[in-house]
């Protein structure tokens, strides 16, 4: 049984969130604080974690950066604001989604479905071949998940690694917003591709010696990006 977690301060709100889940046959613990639910995050562990950006004592965004920096749990962030600059900044905290206030209960548990799926399908995958990619000071080792910029590691959520990895398996090729979103999350139906140039921007701050001038992901305007050897 898939285990989730909410921080939401609204009781109602989180009751009608735990009921359709548990009616899909999810386990459910709930917290009303930021300081209780970071907590609870990272005291167990759970498969997701549906996350409130207004939330007393810490709010969500502080708590999204903090599960990120030791964890790769989805987090599917939840907020009344409907301003793009807090969607782009959870995104860019590494929430794997961002949903409006009000929702439909059943579209909130097929986001949940969706994002499970995608994550056990990234896990569970075994690649055959070569389980390195080397191109120049970057070194991405596929089977252990991890990432070296002239020899030294840098820290990637789930998300950020799987983009790296995808345009540097395909170099020289370009890709646009919509194919990476399909590809990468597959929900183009209920996501935002905005996430998408959000974690490229990510990417970049960490594997490139200047962002602004990247020697690995390339920006080909009106088309896209591209991975270049």
């Given at each position: 049984?898939?285990?989730?977690?909410?921080?939401?301060?609204?009781?109602?709100?989180?009751?009608?969130?735990?009921?359709?889940?548990?009616?899909?046959?999810?386990?459910?613990?709930?917290?009303?604080?930021?300081?209780?639910?970071?907590?609870?995050?990272?005291?167990?562990?759970?498969?997701?974690?549906?996350?409130?950006?207004?939330?007393?004592?810490?709010?969500?965004?502080?708590?999204?950066?903090?599960?990120?920096?030791?964890?790769?749990?989805?987090?599917?962030?939840?907020?009344?604001?409907?301003?793009?600059?807090?969607?782009?900044?959870?995104?860019?905290?590494?929430?794997?989604?961002?949903?409006?206030?009000?929702?439909?209960?059943?579209?909130?548990?097929?986001?949940?479905?969706?994002?499970?799926?995608?994550?056990?399908?990234?896990?569970?995958?075994?690649?055959?071949?070569?389980?390195?990619?080397?191109?120049?000071?970057?070194?991405?080792?596929?089977?252990?998940?991890?990432?070296?910029?002239?020899?030294?590691?840098?820290?990637?959520?789930?998300?950020?690694?799987?983009?790296?990895?995808?345009?540097?398996?395909?170099?020289?090729?370009?890709?646009?917003?919509?194919?990476?979103?399909?590809?990468?999350?597959?929900?183009?139906s209920m996501g935002d591709?905005?996430?998408?140039?959000?974690?490229?921007?990510?990417?970049?701050?960490?594997?490139?010696?200047?962002?602004?001038?990247?020697?690995?992901?390339?920006?080909?305007?009106?088309?896209?990006?591209?991975?270049?050897?």
């Amino acid at each position: 049984m898939k285990q989730i977690l909410i921080i939401e301060d609204e009781l109602s709100i989180a009751e009608l969130e735990r009921d359709y889940l548990e009616i899909d046959g999810f386990k459910v613990d709930m917290e009303s604080r930021g300081d209780s639910g970071l907590q609870r995050a990272l005291e167990h562990t759970y498969d997701l974690i549906i996350l409130d950006v207004m939330l007393p004592k810490i709010d969500g965004f502080e708590i999204c950066r903090k599960i990120r920096s030791v964890q790769d749990t989805p987090i599917l962030m939840v907020s009344a604001k409907k301003e793009d600059i807090d969607k782009i900044r959870g995104l860019g905290l590494g929430a794997d989604d961002y949903i409006i206030k009000p929702f439909s209960p059943s579209e909130l548990v097929a986001r949940v479905k969706a994002h499970l799926n995608r994550y056990e399908r990234l896990m569970g995958r075994r690649e055959t071949g070569n389980q390195e990619i080397r191109i120049r000071g970057l070194a991405i080792d596929k089977s252990a998940r991890r990432v070296t910029v002239n020899d030294q590691e840098v820290v990637f959520t789930t998300k950020e690694f799987d983009l790296l990895t995808y345009l540097a398996a395909n170099p020289n090729r370009v890709y646009s917003k919509d194919q990476l979103f399909e590809q990468l999350w597959g929900m183009d139906s209920m996501g935002d591709i905005a996430t998408v140039t959000v974690h490229i921007r990510k990417v970049r701050e960490k594997v490139e010696l200047d962002p602004s001038n990247p020697q690995y992901i390339e920006t080909v305007w009106g088309a896209g990006y591209r991975f270049k050897l």
